[in-house]
């Protein structure tokens, strides 16, 4: 069984971030969870230029279903 979570980082586009992290039997979420702290600068850092990124390809993907990309 896995389990699943997301965490949101903030920056200036319109398009949220989410980092999300899958658990399973050979990955422990909850040492994961625990390390998000101490990685969240870099993350906050890095969030602007993967969104970036993630509208300029998106932009050949845009579905007729709203704001929404396919990635």
């Known amino acids: 069984m896995s ?4 965490f949101h980082f903030t920056c200036q586009s ?11 039997s050979e990955c422990n ?4 969870i625990a390390l998000e702290p101490s990685i969240r600068p870099l993350l906050n850092r890095l969030a602007p230029e993967a969104s ?9 993907n845009r579905t007729t279903n ?4 396919r990635v």
């Open 3 to 6: 389990e699943v979570c997301q």
């Open 52 to 60: 970036s990124r993630i509208q300029n390809e998106a932009m050949l």
């Open 29 to 32: 979420i909850g040492a994961i």
């Open 14 to 24: 319109a398009l949220p971030l989410f980092l999300t992290v899958v658990g399973s």
């Open 66 to 69: 709203g704001p929404y990309f």
